[in-house]
């Protein structure tokens, strides 16, 4: 199954799939100890981040809906 990122409304983006990697910025990995799903925090309130524990809940609003992005310039 290819990874898959869902942008959840008024919360986290959860990841999905059976290979992927999650690094710092020095490139060090997280250890996931074999999950296949995780919830990233967008709100910013996690105690844990970058991963989500839910303390978003009444405090961070953001309808998900996709659109297109423009062209990517050359």
Do not use: W
């Not at 919360?11 to 997280?30: H, L």
């Not at 925090?41 to 992005?69: M, Q, T, V, Y």
């Amino acid at each position: 199954m290819a990874t898959k990122l869902t942008i959840n409304n008024n919360g986290s983006v959860k990841i999905d799939g059976d290979d992927f990697e999650i690094v710092d910025m020095q490139g060090n990995a997280y250890g996931l100890q074999g999950r296949t799903v995780v919830s990233i925090c967008r709100c910013g309130l996690s105690a844990n981040k970058p991963f989500c524990d839910g303390s978003h809940r009444g405090h961070f609003e953001h309808e998900a809906i996709a659109f297109d992005l423009p062209p990517k310039k050359v």
